[in-house]
């Protein structure tokens, strides 16, 4: 059975970095993209970023290019979130997923605020 472990969120001042962490189980990781998502309250999940098997990320979501930055080890079976110079606007729970999956883990917090 897939299942998604993510870790890393927290509380930060605008202008911080955190580094999530995906880690997975029940699946072939090398072979499939990964996505992160976040919903912030009242608002529908939303796209952050997609990467593929290889580590190239197909994309990013428009609010956080250049701040966010998408990676993975497919010996792990992990995939990460390096993220900078957040804004309030980033509060959300994070989550990941195998792309296809209809599975999704507890997701972490993320708080920007000063």
């Known amino acids: 059975q897939e299942k998604f472990v993510e870790s890393g969120g927290g509380r930060v001042q605008p202008g911080g970095s955190l580094r999530l962490a995906c880690v997975t189980s029940?699946?072939?990781?090398?072979?499939?993209?990964m996505n992160w998502y976040r919903q912030a309250p009242g608002q529908e999940r939303e796209l952050v970023a997609r990467?593929?098997?290889?580590?190239?990320?197909?994309k990013y979501g428009d609010s956080v290019k250049g701040r966010f930055t998408a990676s993975r080890s497919n010996a792990d079976a992990t995939a990460w979130l390096q993220m900078d110079n957040l804004k309030p606007e980033d509060t959300a729970v994070y989550y990941c997923?195998?792309?296809?999956?209809?599975?999704w883990g507890q997701g972490t917090q993320v708080t920007v605020s000063s």
């Open positions: 997923q195998k792309v296809g999956s209809t599975t």
């Open positions: 029940g699946f072939t990781f090398r072979f499939y993209e």
């Open positions: 990467i593929a098997p290889s580590g190239v990320v197909r």
